[in-house]
């Protein structure tokens, strides 16, 4: 059997993804990784990933918008 196609999702459909069990150690504080999460690297931010924005091309966006989130945007 040929395989033809292969499935990259990473979005908790295949595989248990949650960028909160990466912040959690970056940040150290629940609150500022919240705000992060919730102002900054947003999931409406990230389902333009989903719909074909490469993650280099968001992650360029972002920094511009939030320069003293840099490190941590590189970081998703």
């Known amino acids: 059997m040929k395989i033809e196609n292969r499935i990259f999702d990473f979005g908790g459909v295949l595989v248990d993804w949650n960028p909160r069990y990466f912040y959690k150690k970056h940040f ?10 919730t102002h900054i690297c947003t999931d409406e931010w990230n389902v333009q990933q989903d719909k074909g924005c490469s993650l280099s091309e968001g992650t ?16 998703y």
């Open 28 to 37: 150290g504080n629940e609150n500022e990784m919240e705000h992060f999460l």
């Open 60 to 75: 360029m966006i972002l920094p511009k918008q939030f320069p003293e989130f840099h490190s941590a945007i590189q970081l």
